[in-house]
């Protein structure tokens, strides 16, 4: 991974751990970058990385992935992922290297740039209030 690459994947767990997201469980694709930006993000969240071959590149079906495992985060490939947050929710994305999408219920609710995931990482406990 660049050096980029690895502050962006840190931002991820970061900010998400500053929001208050719980995860329950991480699936990775098993490739390298992908699998280290999986660790380098779940590891403020104190949640262990699964991989899943299935997210190496090819079609899967994410809610199958996610079902009765409570809330989960996908650490994929583009354009499969992208495709996969159009399929589950009819929103037209294109998720950029270190980028998020939050999904409930089939409606995306949050599409984070790595500079606005950064952004996040960066505030102070007093900004977020």
Known sequence: MTDRGLTD???IGLALARLEIRL???F???KRRALQTA????????????REPLLAG?????EQLAVGRGETLLVGHNPTISGMVRELTGARVHLRPGGLAGIEHGE???LMTPQQI????QKTG???D
């Open 9 to 11: 994947a840190r931002a």
């Open 58 to 62: 090819s079609r899967y079906d994410a």
């Open 28 to 30: 990775s694709s098993p």
């Open 39 to 50: 660790q380098l993000a779940c590891a403020p969240l104190g949640v262990d990385v699964t």
């Open 126 to 128: 007093a900004d977020l």
């Open 24 to 26: 329950n469980t991480c």
């Open 118 to 121: 950064g952004a996040i990482a």
């Open 108 to 110: 995306l609710v949050v």
